[in-house]
């Protein structure tokens, strides 16, 4: 591997004369400064960041940018630096960043699609997914790549969201490929709904199909009520208003079987049956075999279940069962 030379003075800068906006090779996300702000305030600063000329009046960052946040913080108005000259090439400094990126080891979700989006920019697709891929502990797969770059096409507002997994890249991919208009608002959705990994696969595979059988775009079923009067719900949580919408998706789909549930459920309350004991339908209903469960820890109390058992019987409530 070849080491990446990059020629710098070291000198001392006005913390005003940084622009931090300027965000060509940052690369790190979500990082707490508190344990770094500690360590700088027992031992100093033992790395120093590294700035690039970028004109009469500002400096960019190329690394070292929390170490910076934290003199900022330090109420420092100076710092000292390695700076670059303006005419170094961007290539060679955003190499500088990365490898003093995986240097540190474990890079989240974010950092790992922020660097592969930035090396796109600078290298051919084959090179970043055989030479640098494997050092960020992603396999060399164009899958793995399109899918993680997903994650830094989202943008900064999501990104808290994916850190936090309440959004995944799977799930972006599925937005992506089945409803490309509404990355925005599907993936605002399902983060309000606190939605885990499989019930946003369930719900995004439930909107399409929906959309296929009524023949209208999915935009039109998820800004319609019953969907829209459910987010409306000021006295519920979140995870209500989710459980309320799955419930609706799962009844337009399939009438025929939430009919019969329905039914089922209607039949199990006039049996009275007390909480020990569970009358479990056949999957789907199909099959005709029902599995009755009763559970105890003294004689009484199954004694109770059965003669509760008995008189559902002798009254025909386990006739003509769905």
């Known amino acids: 591997m070849k080491a990446v030379q990059i020629p710098a003075k070291e000198t001392t800068i006005a913390l005003a004369a940084i622009d931090w906006r300027d965000t060509t090779f940052q690369i790190t996300y979500g990082r707490s400064l508190q344990p770094l702000k500690a360590s700088i305030q027992a031992i100093g600063l033992q790395q120093l960041p590294v700035l690039q000329e970028g004109g009469v009046e500002r400096m960019r960052i190329v690394?070292?940018?929390?170490?910076?946040?934290?003199?900022?913080?330090?109420?420092?108005?100076?710092?000292?630096?390695?700076?670059?000259?303006?005419?170094?090439?961007?290539?060679?400094?955003?190499?500088?960043?990365?490898?003093?990126?995986?240097?540190?080891?474990?890079?989240?979700?974010?950092?790992?699609?922020?660097?592969?989006?930035?090396?796109?920019?600078?290298?051919?697709?084959?090179?970043?997914?055989?030479?640098?891929?494997?050092?960020?502990?992603?396999?060399?797969?164009?899958?793995?790549?399109?899918?993680?770059?997903?994650?830094?096409?989202?943008?900064?507002?999501?990104?808290?969201?994916?850190?936090?997994?309440?959004?995944?890249?799977?799930?972006?991919?599925?937005?992506?490929?089945?409803?490309?208009?509404?990355?925005?608002?599907?993936?605002?959705?399902?983060?309000?709904?606190?939605?885990?990994?499989?019930?946003q696969r369930e719900f995004l595979a439930g909107l399409k199909e929906l959309a296929l059988r009524r023949?209208?775009?999915?935009?039109?079923?998820?800004?319609?009520?019953?969907?829209?009067?459910?987010?409306k719900r000021g006295d519920l949580s979140p995870q209500q208003k989710g459980e309320a919408i799955r419930k609706f998706l799962h009844e337009a789909l399939f009438p025929v079987s939430t009919e019969i549930e329905k039914e089922f459920n209607e039949k199990r309350a006039r049996m009275k049956l007390d909480p020990r004991t569970q009358l479990t339908p056949p999957p789907f209903f199909e099959g005709g075999t029902y599995r009755l469960e009763v559970r105890f820890s003294e004689e009484s109390a199954l004694r109770e279940s059965l003669d509760r058992i008995q008189r559902a019987l002798e009254s025909g409530c386990f006739e003509d069962l769905p």
């Open 215 to 231: 023949q209208v775009e999915p935009e039109e079923i998820i800004t319609a009520p019953p969907i829209t009067d459910w987010l």
């Open 63 to 199: 690394s070292g940018r929390r170490r910076l946040r934290v003199w900022k913080q330090l109420n420092r108005s100076e710092c000292p630096v390695r700076l670059v000259s303006a005419d170094q090439p961007q290539k060679g400094l955003f190499l500088y960043s990365f490898y003093e990126a995986i240097g540190r080891g474990d890079l989240n979700s974010i950092e790992q699609s922020v660097i592969l989006e930035k090396l796109l920019r600078y290298f051919p697709e084959e090179q970043v997914l055989s030479d640098y891929m494997p050092l960020l502990g992603l396999p060399p797969k164009k899958e793995i790549l399109t899918r993680t770059l997903r994650i830094a096409a989202a943008g900064p507002w999501f990104w808290p969201a994916v850190v936090e997994g309440r959004l995944f890249a799977e799930t972006l991919e599925w937005i992506d490929k089945d409803f490309p208009s509404q990355r925005a608002l599907l993936a605002a959705l399902v983060i309000h709904l606190r939605w885990g990994y499989q019930k």
